[in-house]
Structure formats: C-alpha cells, structure tokens
C-alpha cells in the first residue's frame, strides 16, 4: 500500500507509455520526456499560483491586515483573475527598444529558470531528467539568467532598466560564488555530482530518530545557511531586492515591460525561487527522505513538497521582515563574509570526514567554523566604517 | 533521432554564427555568438561528453558572453547604432577558416570511427584531475588567485 502511494506518479506514467508498446524507439523517448515536462509545468505552474496568493495573504497577516479576499472563498482565486487581467493587459514596446531583445528576453528567462527545475529529484525515482552533473547543470543553466536579465536591462533602452540590469547581474555574479561553493562540501562528501546519489548519501537513521541529513553536522547547518542567503540574492528576493528597488528605479530590469511579458518575468522569479529552495532541500535537507524513521510510510513527494513550503514560507517571512539592504553593503557582505565562510565549509567538511565521520568530527569540524566565524567578525568589524562620510563625486 | 538533432543543432549552430559575423549592430552579434556556444555545447552532449558540454555552457554562456557584452556596453558609446559591412572582415574569416581546415587535413590518422574508450563520465575526469593531472590544475588556481588578487589591487587604487 505505502509503495502504491509512493509509486503513484512513477506507475501512471509507466502506464501512459505502455499505450505506446510497438512505437518506434524515439517516439517513446519523446514521449517520455513530454510527459516529464508537462508534469513539471503543470505541477509548478499550480504551485506558483497558489503562493502568489499565499505570499500576499501571509505578508498582509505580519503586517496586520486582511490580504485578497474578494475572489473566491478566503480570495484564493486571485492568482485566476490575475493571470486574465496580466493577458488582457495592452502589451506595450517602447519605440525605440530593441524589439527582438525586448521580446527574447522574457522567454529565456523563464526557460531558464524551467530548465533548473528538470533535475531536482522530487521523490523516490522520479528525478524529471536524471543526468550524471545534474548539480553542474543546474549551475550552468541559473548563470545564463545573467544574459538574460541583461538583454532585457537593453532591449528596454531605458535608462532605469539599464541600471536595474547593471545591479542585478552584479549580485547574480558575486553571489553565483558563495552559492556554488556551499554545494562543494556536499558533492565531496558524497563524491557524486547527481542529485540522486546526494539524496540516496543522505539516507538512514542515527539512533533511529536523527535522520543522516547534511544540515545536521556543523558544516551542512553552515553552508545550508550560507546557501539560503545566497539564493534570496540569486532570486532577487527582499531583503536583496536592489535591482528591483521601486523607490529608486522604478522597476529595474522590468520597468518596460507590461501586461504577459511582466507576468512571465514575475514567473520567473518564482519559479527561480522554486528551484534554488529545491536545490537546499536536495543539498542539505535530505530530499524526499522522511525526518524520523517511523513516518516514512508518508510518500516520498510529499515530504519534498512539504521542505519546499518550509523553506518557500520562510522566503516570505523574511520579505516580510527585512528592510532592504544597500548595494554596497551586499557587495561587501558577498566577498568578505559569504566567500570565506564558504570557503571554510569546505576545510570543516574535510576535518569531519577525516575525523571519521563521527561525533569526534561533528566538534572538530564545529570548532573549526566557530573560530573562522568570530575571527571574521572581529575582522569586518563595521563599526569604525560610520566615521565621517567623505563624497567622492557629489562636494 | 541522433542524426534528426545533429542536423537541427548544426542548423541551429551555423545561424548563430552567421548571424554573429553578420549582424549590424554589435550586442546582437555579441548575443548570436552566446547561442552558438550554446549549439556547440549541445553538440557536446550528442557525442556524450557531458561534462565539457556543462563546462561549455557555464563558462562560455555564463561568464564569457557577459563579459563581452559588458566590454561592449562599457567602452563603447554607440553599442545601439549599426555598423557598416566590413569585406576586410570577411577576408580574415576566409583566411582563418581556411588555415584551420588546412590544418585539420594534414593532421595525420584523423579517423572517422569513434575510439573505443569508455563513457566520459564527471566521476572519471574528477579522479584524473586530482592524480595525474594536479600540478597542472594547482597552477591554474594560482594564476586564477593572482589575477583576482591583481583586481582587487586595480579596484582598490581609485579609493585613495
């Protein structure tokens, strides 16, 4: 019954197939990949739907109001009246932008961000596209974004959407680092670049009730952290949402863009945000494993969905909370702060393993980032930055 | 299905380059030559070299064409005005093309048969790159570490 349950999704497929048995090898290839693909659209198409009204129902109870609730019982039908109002919205190109860029840029940004979402294992044997560097290829195809923001940024030709571009690529870049370099401890540790020998390395019960999650030894807890932080930037999430910043440039690389074209990139965003929380899950929460050994009769898919709701409520917590930081001072905390403390991630890694993998090096490699953390916080220590303010340009 | 997406992918390759060579305006050559990077890293995975596709696509979409887009939007002002068709142009493309196919038809033993070697796998090259080949690979980290150390050092000058 509980393989039924877990095996569901992968059966109906099987069974979608096998009305193919005879068909030429290929066309049950494409077929098999089809159904992988609308799968994946259709699922995560629901899902942003559902946290678009979510996001503005849970940021309207931190902030003490009501939040939609015309469309529909408890408003949850506004992501419906606002997908007609976004495709019934006049679809404005300005005269002098480059039309083929404008137009290209919020297809592949939203190609992109789709094409992540294909290798992250969403439960036992069903990883949509399971390649041998599925972490590589994630990477490779969140760095194309950066040429994606920026044809959009110049397709506008405006002059806030060239500045929104400029700052959203230079985070992308210096966040890029620290975010692929957490994953370097996990992919050693494993010494596989699937996702699907990441999670399967994750497996199994320590005295029965601590699960063998990554996020449990000092270095996981680090660079889950760590990686947390450097995906809020990498989906331009507040409180790192300076390329988007509405009082200073209207809407950044956006700001040219209305009706569908905005939506997609809104999509996009989402869906970005979708991949990067299922990416940590992957990492460093285990996957689709269950947290204590006796609840794994509940399928694998929905203890995947039920971290990414975790993780994506936390994401609208903290958008909730946070005030927006300056540029400078992402810059600054990307290169002095993320990059070491990555770095260091990988040195209390190699000191767990090679104190055996065991208590010993759960403290060793603890002590190990404790001291990086303090002697770092002594060293970037911005208190004696607030002395008087010199202008460079503006006397 | 292979020869069905190698001949797409070519299509798809030679346009993006054609248009790279071609194009008037100057970020959309910059843009054509990023999808031809792309074709050639699918044409890495057609032949199962997934790891160099990968390394193709974030290295030379991810890094290099932002690099030159922004080189080209930084140094120069009329990034947006259309340039005059160039034949000096075309005689170098001609020149180089036609060196390089030279070259690769007296290069002796060029069989068409694949060699029997087994898949390429990440696994493999990660294993190599850390027995044979890591003095090589510790050198380039250095070089790497310099020339961040050394733009750092370039940025840092102007705060004076």
């Known amino acids: 019954m509980n393989d039924f349950l877990d095996q569901i999704f992968v059966r109906a497929k099987q069974m979608l197939l096998s009305l193919l048995t005879g068909a030429p090898d290929w066309v049950i290839q494409l077929a098999s990949s089809l159904i992988n693909i609308f799968a994946l659209l259709g699922v995560f198409l629901t899902l942003f739907a559902l946290i678009s009204v979510l996001e503005r129902k849970i940021l309207g109870r931190m902030q003490n109001r009501y939040g939609p609730n015309r469309v529909g019982p408890f408003g949850l039908f506004q992501p419906v009246a606002d997908g007609i109002k976004m495709l019934i919205k006049e679809d404005i190109v300005p005269v002098r932008a480059d039309k083929v860029v404008h137009f290209l840029a919020p297809i592949m940004i939203a190609a992109t961000a789709i094409l992540a979402l294909g290798v992250i294992p969403y439960g036992r044997n069903m990883t949509p596209f399971a390649i041998d560097g599925g972490i590589l290829f994630f990477f490779a195809v969140g760095s194309t974004t950066e040429l994606a923001v920026f044809m959009a940024g110049w397709g506008s030709n405006n002059k806030f959407s060239m500045l929104g571009a400029m700052r959203a690529i230079a985070q992308m870049i210096s966040y890029e680092l620290p975010l692929i370099i957490t994953t370097f401890p996990v992919v050693m540790v494993v010494g596989a670049l699937s996702p699907d020998a990441i999670v399967a390395a994750q497996g199994g019960y320590a005295l029965g009730a601590v699960p063998h999650w990554f996020v449990t030894t000092p270095w996981g807890a680090a660079a889950f952290i760590l990686f947390f932080v450097s995906g809020l930037v990498e989906s331009n999430r507040t409180p790192f949402d300076v390329p988007e910043g509405e009082s200073e440039i209207v809407a950044g690389h956006m700001t040219e863009y209305s009706g569908f074209k905005y939506a997609t990139f809104f999509m996009a965003e989402y869906f970005g945000m979708f991949a990067i929380s299922g990416l940590a899950v992957t990492l460093f929460l285990g996957g689709w494993h269950a947290p204590i050994a006796g609840l794994q009769f509940i399928p694998s898919y929905v203890w995947f969905f039920a971290k990414l709701s975790a993780l994506l409520f936390v994401y609208i917590w903290v958008r909730g909370t946070l005030p927006r930081t300056r540029v400078d001072q992402i810059m600054n905390f990307a290169w002095k702060f993320m990059l070491p403390m990555a770095f260091t991630c990988i040195v209390a890694a190699a000191v767990w393993h090679y104190q055996g993998r065991g208590p010993a090096g759960w403290f060793w490699s603890l002590g190990v980032i404790m001291v990086v953390y303090l002697a770092l916080s002594r060293l970037i220590d911005t208190r004696k930055k607030f002395a008087t303010r010199t202008y460079r340009f503006a006397e | ?160």
């Open chain 2, 1 to 160: 299905m292979s020869t069905a997406a190698f001949i797409v992918i070519a299509i798809l390759t030679l346009a993006a380059a054609l248009a790279a060579a071609s194009l008037p305006t100057l970020i959309h050559a910059a843009l054509s030559f990023a999808v031809a990077f792309v074709g050639i890293a699918a044409f890495f995975f057609l032949l199962g070299a997934e790891f160099v596709g990968l390394v193709q696509v974030f290295v030379y979409v991810g890094a290099v064409a932002v690099l030159i887009v922004f080189t080209i939007l930084l140094t120069r002002r009329d990034a947006a005005t259309p340039d005059k068709f160039k034949w000096g142009g075309v005689v170098i493309a001609i020149a180089v093309f036609g060196g390089l196919s030279w070259a690769i038809f007296l290069t002796p033993g060029l069989s068409i048969a694949p060699p029997q070697i087994e898949a390429l796998t990440v696994k493999r090259i990660g294993e190599v790159l850390m027995t044979d080949y890591v003095w090589p690979l510790q050198c380039v980290g250095l070089v790497l570490t310099a020339a961040l150390i050394g733009a750092l050092i370039l940025v840092m000058e102007e705060k004076r």
